[in-house]
C-alpha cells in the first residue's frame, strides 16, 4: 500500500476530532453566551441564539412569560435566533406610539436593535466559542504531553475550525436571519397576530361606588361554600359564595366590592368573553368590571381553567404515573396557549384607564406531606411531586407575566393545613368541590392579598358603603 493512503485513516479521524470539537465548543458557547438586551419603545428584548440542532431550518424561539414559543417567521441554519421579552413598559410604550409616526418609528427601531442585538451576540458567541476549542485544545495537549510547537499547533486548528464552523453555520447557512429580523415590527411578527377578544364594557349600568373588583374562576367564586344570602340567577349559575375572599376583604377594609368570579371561568370564555353556565349566559367578567370606573383594586384568580388542572388531575390519579410523555406534552401545550391568552388579559388590564392596583393571585398546593386520606384515590407522593411542578409551572407564568406588566404576584401558601392534615384549608375529595379552598382556605388568601396590599405604597380604596359582593 502506497504511504499516503495509510496516511487516509489518520486524516480522517483528525478531522473528525476536530470537527467534533468545533462543534462541542459551539454547542457551549450557546448555552454560555450572555443574551442581548435592548430596549426599544418601552419593550425589554433579549436576543440569543436558541440550542443548534441538525435541521437547516426552522423557527426560532420567542420566550414569553417563562415559557418558549416557536416564533412564527422560519430561519435558514442550525443557530437560530432565541429572543426573550424580560419587560414592558406601557408609559414609555405609549409616549412612543402617540408621536407622530410613532408606529412606524417604534417598529423600524425595534427591528433595528434586534439586527444589532443579533450580530453582537454572534460576535460574542464566537469569541466564547474560540476559547472552549482553545481550552479543549490545551487539555488534550497537556495530556498527551506534547511539545509547545505542537500545542500552538493544535490551537490555532482549534480556534480555526471553530470560526470556520461558526461562518458556515451562521454567516452562510444562516445569512438570511438578519433579512427576517428587520421584518419585525413587534410581538406579533413573531409569533403571528392573536385573536384577541374585543372586550367592551357591557350594556349594565355603570358602577362608580365600587372600590375593588374581584374576577376569576372557582377558586375566587368560593364554590362548594356556603351561598350568598341573596343569589341572583348568576350567582347561582357561578358557584359564587358568602365564604369568598372577596367577601373578607370587602368587610376588613368596608369596600364596596364586585365579585365577579364564576365557576369553570377561562380567559377566553369567562373574563374576555362570555361564559355559558347551563342555561344563564355570564357575561365577559372584564367587560362588567370595566363599568367600576373608579375601582382602585383588581384581584385575579385565574388559569386553572385554562390548563385543564382538574383533568390532568384526574388522570394522573387514573394512570400509573403522571409524568409519561403524552399528558406531559399535553400539559406543554396547554400553558403554552395559556401564556398567550394571559398576556392579552394583563395587557387589557393596564389598558384600564383608572390604573388600578391589580394583584395576580398565584394557586395552593392543594396536596401536603400526609397522604394517608386518598390512600383509596391512587394518590402517591411520586404523583403528588409531578401535580406540584406542574402547579409551579403555572405560578411562574402568572408571577413572570405580573412583573412584567407592574402588577403583584400574590403567593398562596396552604402550609400545614393541605388534604390530610387536621385542620385543612382544601375541601377533601368526598366535598361538594373536591380541592377547592374552604371557608377557613379563603381566609387565608384573603390575608396574603391585605399582606401583598399593605406593602405597596399605592393607595387601596378609601372606605366608603357598605361591602357590595354580587353583580
Known sequence: MRPWLRRIPTALGYTAAVLAVAALSVWLSVRVTPLQTVSPAGQTVQVGAATPDLNMSGPGELELFGQSIPTRPQFEGPIRPRLKLAHISFNAQASALTKPGGAQAAGKELSEQLTTAWTRYLLWETLIAAGFAALIAIAVAGIRRSSRTEMLKMLGVAVASVCALNALGVYLLASATPTALRQVR????????????????????????????????????????????????????????????????????????????????????????????????????????????????IIVSIGANDIHWSTLTALCAAANACDDKA???????????????????????AALPQHPRVL?????????????????????????????????????????????????????????????????????????????????????????????????NTSTPTPGAAPQNTP
Not at 374576577?215 to 361554600?225: K, L, Q, V, Y
Not at 398565584?362 to 396536596?367: C, R
Not at 383509596?376 to 411562574?396: E, F, G, H, V, Y
Not at 385543612?424 to 384573603?446: C, K, M, S
Open 186 to 297: 413587534g410581538i406579533e411578527d413573531l409569533v403571528g397576530p392573536s385573536t384577541p377578544t374585543p372586550v367592551q364594557a357591557v350594556g349594565a349600568p355603570a358602577r362608580p361606588g365600587v372600590q375593588a373588583v374581584v374576577i376569576g374562576d372557582s377558586t375566587a367564586a368560593a364554590i362548594g361554600n356556603a351561598p350568598l344570602d341573596d343569589p341572583t340567577a348568576t350567582d347561582k349559575a357561578c358557584g359564587r359564595s358568602k365564604d369568598a375572599y372577596a367577601v373578607y376583604l370587602a368587610a376588613a377594609n368596608n369596600w364596596n366590592t364586585l365579585n365577579l368570579a364564576c365557576s369553570g371561568a377561562t380567559i377566553r370564555d369567562g373574563l374576555l368573553g362570555p361564559q355559558q353556565r347551563g342555561t344563564t349566559e355570564v357575561p365577559p367578567q372584564f367587560a362588567v368590571a370595566m363599568k367600576a370606573t373608579k375601582a382602585s383594586v
Open 327 to 349: 399528558s406531559t406534552a399535553y400539559f406543554q401545550q396547554q400553558i403554552a396557549a395559556f401564556t398567550t391568552d394571559y398576556y392579552d388579559l394583563l395587557g387589557n388590564l
Open 360 to 456: 395576580i393571585n398565584e394557586y395552593y398546593n392543594p396536596f401536603g406531606e400526609k397522604l394517608d386520606c386518598l390512600k383509596d384515590q391512587n394518590i402517591t407522593p411520586a404523583k403528588t411531586k409531578i401535580l406540584k411542578s406542574r402547579l409551579d409551572a403555572l405560578n411562574s407564568v402568572l408571577r413572570q407575566g405580573a412583573q412584567t406588566f407592574n402588577f403583584t404576584a400574590v403567593p398562596q401558601h396552604f402550609d400545614g393545613h393541605r388534604l390530610c392534615s387536621k385542620q385543612p384549608f382544601v375541601q377533601g375529595l368526598d366535598a361538594n368541590a373536591p380541592l377547592h379552598p374552604n371557608a377557613a382556605g379563603e381566609l387565608a388568601i384573603a390575608l396574603a392579598d391585605q399582606q401583598a396590599l399593605s406593602r405597596t
